[in-house]
Each structure stands twice: as C-alpha cells, then as structure tokens.
C-alpha cells in the first residue's frame, strides 16, 4: 500500500511537470455571462469587510451580472454596522443569519443559498482576494468541460509565507496540493476533497446532492466527495486566490484539529453506505 501511495504521488508530480497549453483565459461577450451568485458567510469580520469589498469591487465580471450575498450572522453587531456604514446595501444584498445551532459556514451557506439567483453559485470567505479573471475562467471551464462538471475549484495561495516557519510550510503544502495534486486527482476523474472557499458550483448539482452539511465542519470535503457519489465530476482551474495562513501555534492548531475533526465525520458519514460511496 506504500509503495502504491509513492507512486501515485509520482504520477501526481509527473502530471504537473508536463507542459500544458496555453492558460489564458477565452473572453466571453458580456451578454453571453451567467449570472454568478457568490456567497460569502461572515462572522466577526468588521476589520476585513472594506478589503472584501475591494477585491469584490476589482473583479473582471459584470456588475449586472453579479449577484452578492453578504451572509452575516444576525447577532453579529459590529460586522453589520461597517456594512452599513459602507452601504453595502446599496450593491449587494446584505442578509442577516438567524440564530440557531449550529452556528456554522454551511448552516449560513444553506440559508443564503434560498435568496440566490445564479445558475452558478461561488463560496468565498471574508480573507480572500480572488484573482481578477477567476471568474471567467470558472465560467469557461463549465462551458468546456464534461457534461457531469459540478464543481470548479480555484487553487488557494498563501501570500504570508515569510510571516514564520509555520506560515512558510502552510505555503508549500497549499502550493503542493492544489497545483499538483487536486489537479491530478481532476485530470483521472477522481473525487475532489475541495478547498473550503473559491469553489464553483452549478446549482442544480448543488440541489441534487442537498446542500451543504450543516454540522459537518468540513463542509468543503464532504460536499465534494457527496457530489462524487452522484456521478457528478470536480475541474481545477489557473486564476488563484490569496490567502492568509495562521503564523502562530494555537490558531495553526485549533485549525488543524477542525480539519481531522471533519475529515473523520465526513470518513464515518459516507461509511454508513460503504458500497454507494465506493461506487461514487
């Protein structure tokens, strides 16, 4: 078994190695674009919600043709008071999350997805900043891919690797997972475990596999395995997002533990009906 694990990561890295065409992204004439819902759950990110904003703001999509759903949980004061301050209300709808356990990013995913509008529905956390062209290049690659493409995955960025040693390896291990081996795993048709946030789904798909798990907190996993299952298929595509990793040992950990935690609840969920998953 190791030496089958060695040699699909072989495979993996053989795969990246090969040269690959050209990764400029075919512009679409603006009447031709889906509407793209991104949703985007926030909970006590006041600090961060003017950067958000921005890098919503530098996006090379149409604004007619953006639907923003700011996802705030309803007793979080501060972060709607700065979007209030900011207007947002004005360009984006700002929908308030009811209490209610649990409180989590799929809960509020689930709910603000009954107030999309797009065929295609984007997940987005306060901290990213998308690259400018992401969008286009997730609706290019639903217009080219496979018939059963669900889901398009954007490759994650740490942008603060010099932040300490724990920053540095956060930074090789995004740079190794999501550009040598989500890719490989997309390219053999495999099931994608997806990064929590720059994912593209196509609604109905979404529908299908019944949303997010709202006490999963791997939704990210769980939802792209359970995709999988259906017979529907994952794609990775260039235009990356930045992304800011922990530098410090307890947020590291208390990540790390979330992540093992879901891993093992999405592992024992999809076990309850091994042969369907292993179909899938």
Same mark, same amino acid.
């Given at each position: 078994?190791?030496?089958?694990?060695?040699?699909?990561?072989?495979? #993996?890295?053989?795969?990246?190695?090969?040269?690959?065409?050209? #990764?400029?992204?075919?512009?679409?004439?603006?009447?031709?674009?889906?509407?793209?819902?991104?949703?985007?759950?926030?909970?006590?990110?006041?600090?961060?919600?003017?950067?958000?904003?921005?890098?919503?703001?530098?996006?090379?999509?149409?604004?007619?043709?953006?639907?923003?759903?700011?996802?705030?949980?309803?007793?979080?004061?501060?972060?709607?008071?700065?979007?209030?301050?900011?207007?947002?209300?004005?360009?984006?709808?700002?929908?308030?999350?009811?209490?209610?356990?649990?409180?989590?990013?799929?809960?509020?995913?689930?709910?603000?997805?009954?107030?999309?509008?797009?065929?295609?529905?984007?997940?987005?956390?306060?901290?990213?900043?998308? #690259?400018?062209?992401?969008?286009?290049?997730?609706?290019? #690659?639903f217009r080219t891919g496979h018939r059963k493409l669900a889901v398009v995955q954007a490759p994650?960025?740490?942008?603060?690797?010099?932040?300490?040693?724990?920053?540095?390896q956060f930074e090789i291990e995004y740079a190794i997972h999501f550009r040598v081996w989500l890719?490989?795993?997309?390219?053999?048709?495999?099931?994608?475990?997806?990064?929590?946030?720059?994912?593209?789904?196509?609604?109905?798909?979404?529908?299908?596999?019944?949303?997010?798990?709202?006490?999963?907190?791997?939704?990210?996993?769980?939802?792209?395995l359970r995709l999988s299952r259906l017979g529907y298929r994952a794609a990775m595509i260039a235009?990356?997002?930045?992304?800011?990793?922990?530098?410090?040992?307890?947020?590291?950990?208390?990540?790390?533990?979330?992540?093992?935690?879901?891993?093992?609840?999405?592992?024992?969920?999809?076990?309850?009906?091994?042969?369907?998953?292993?179909?899938?």
């Open positions: 078994v190791f030496l089958l694990l060695i040699g699909i990561r072989l495979m #993996a890295v053989a795969f990246a190695l090969m040269p690959k065409g050209s #990764a400029r992204v075919r512009a679409a004439a603006t009447g031709d674009l889906p509407l793209i819902t991104l949703l985007i759950p926030l909970y006590r990110e006041a600090d961060v919600l003017p950067d958000l904003v921005g890098a919503i703001d530098r996006l090379d999509y149409p604004a007619g043709r953006l639907d923003v759903k700011l996802l705030i949980e309803a007793d979080d004061a501060e972060t709607m008071q700065v979007a209030q301050a900011m207007q947002a209300h004005r360009r984006f709808d700002v929908i308030p999350v009811p209490p209610g356990a649990p409180r989590t990013k799929p809960k509020a995913l689930n709910y603000g997805m009954h107030f999309a509008r797009g065929d295609i529905e984007a997940i987005f956390d306060a901290e990213d900043r998308p #690259a400018r062209n992401q969008l286009r290049a997730a609706v290019e #690659a994650l960025s740490i942008h603060n690797g010099r932040d300490g040693w724990l920053a540095a890719p490989f795993l997309a390219r053999i048709g495999a099931p994608l475990a997806l990064g929590g946030t720059s994912n593209y789904f196509r609604r109905d798909a979404l529908i299908a596999a019944g949303g997010w798990d709202a006490w999963n907190v791997t939704e990210d996993a769980d939802i792209g235009p990356e997002t930045d992304e800011e990793a922990p530098a410090k040992l307890k947020p590291w950990l208390n990540q790390r533990t979330r992540w093992m935690k879901g891993y093992l609840q999405t592992w024992l969920v999809l076990n309850r009906t091994p042969f369907s998953a292993a179909r899938g």
